[in-house]
Nanobody, 116 residues
Framework: QVQLVESGGGLVQAGGSLRLSCAAP????????MGWYRQAAGKQRELVAG???????WYVDSVKGRFTISRDNAKNTVYLQMNSLKPEDTAVYYC??????????WGQGTQVTVSS
């Protein structure tokens, strides 16, 4: 079982920005698209953004124009730049393989809290 390690969360006011990072073993990172997921209290986990090995990206409608996913292949790291944050973005954010997450890869996540 391999867990991915997320970091960069925190408490921010509405309109602020955060940058999340997720480091993965090269064996996973180099062969897979990567995605950021989030789970708000009382809700199901949802895919927020994804990036393929060829760096094509996808975003859920609610974050388009505000979030940017990117990957650094040299560092085996995927990032999520979050701008213009809203209270409804409050959630625990996780990374995993894109679109078909692997159960054993879920890490602890990183908490993002946006105050109004």
């Amino acid at each position: 079982q391999v867990q991915l390690v997320e970091s960069g969360g925190g408490l921010v006011q509405a309109g602020g920005s955060l940058r999340l990072s997720c480091a993965a073993p090269g064996s996973i990172f180099n062969r897979n698209g990567m995605g950021w997921y989030r789970q708000a209290a009382g809700k199901q986990r949802e895919l927020v953004a994804g990036i393929t090995t060829g760096s094509s990206t996808w975003y859920v409608d609610s974050v388009k124009g505000r979030f940017t996913i990117s990957r650094d292949n040299a560092k085996n790291t995927v990032y999520l730049q979050m701008n213009s944050l809203k209270p409804e973005d409050t959630a625990v954010y996780y990374c995993n393989t894109y679109a078909s997450p692997i159960r054993g890869y879920w890490g602890q996540g990183t908490q993002v809290t946006v105050s109004s």
